[in-house]
T-cell receptor, first 115, second 113 residues
Framework: DADVTQTPRNRITKTGKRIMLECSQT?????MYWYRQDPGLGLRLIYY???????NKGEISDGYSVSRQAQAKFSLSLESAIPNQTALYFC??????????????FGPGTRLTVL | GENVEQHPSTLSVQEGDSAVIKCTYS??????FPWYKQELGKRPQLIID?????GEKKDQRIAVTLNKTAKHFSLHITETQPEDSAVYFC????????????FGKGTSLLVTP
């Protein structure tokens, strides 16, 4: 969906480096998510945020941190990258309707390689 | 936490045949079950979803069934076409988990002409 963008789309970095992945959306959605995809493992939730002041850990948050700079921006950081963080990273957004589920819209993904 | 198991991991069918993908979940409090399709090199996209107060939902050639007692749900694709070839993911979620999705590991569907 063109309304959810991720930068960079591809990144190669070295072990120990700090790296930031950025997600922006123009959908006006309150909820934003970061997932990681590994071959054969599906998508796993790293962090999610309901609004600028509400950030929550997901299933695999160790080694990652996030920042919700504005409603439209949600960044994922790897403070000291390690090779097993090599993966495809997706940002997703959804509307916020109390007590209701709404479709999650995914960004195009960032392919990260840690050497 | 929620554990979603998905089977089979790969599925090959001939064009025109039906395809069925099955998922089980562990958390009885889960009450939202979406299915996503991911084409090669692209992002996942929602194709159908079902809420726990419904047993079946259909959208043209795609249907999803839910058995809450057994804690399993299935995706049915009829009259398959080559463009149905993709990886399909099931997921489960509940309100007090923050609406976050717990995904199965995916099924790679190949439809051969």
């Amino acid at each position: 969906d063109a309304d959810v963008t991720q930068t960079p789309r591809n990144r190669i970095t070295k072990t120990g480096k700090r790296i930031m992945l950025e997600c922006s959306q123009t959908k006006g959605h309150d909820r934003m998510y970061w997932y990681r995809q590994d071959p054969g493992l599906g998508l796993r939730l790293i962090y999610y945020s309901f609004d600028v002041k509400d950030i929550n850990k997901g299933e695999i948050s160790d080694g990652y941190s996030v920042s919700r700079q504005a409603q439209a921006k949600f960044s994922l950081s790897l403070e000291s990258a390690i090779p097993n963080q090599t993966a495809l990273y997706f940002c997703a957004t959804s509307e916020s309707t109390s007590g209701s589920y709404n479709e999650q819209f995914f960004g195009p993904g960032t392919r990260l390689t840690v050497l | 936490g929620e554990n979603v198991e998905q089977h089979p991991s790969t599925l090959s069918v001939q064009e025109g045949d039906s395809a069925v993908i099955k998922c089980t979940y562990s958390d009885s409090a889960s009450n939202y079950f979406p299915w996503y399709k991911q084409e090669l090199g692209k992002r996942p996209q929602l194709i159908i979803d079902i809420r726990s107060n419904v047993g079946e939902k259909k959208d043209q050639r795609i249907a999803v069934t839910l058995n809450k007692t057994a804690k399993h749900f299935s995706l049915h694709i009829t009259e398959t076409q080559p463009e149905d070839s993709a990886v399909y993911f099931c997921a489960a979620s509940r309100v007090n988990s923050g609406y976050a999705l717990n995904f199965g590991k995916g099924t790679s569907l190949l439809v051969t002409p």
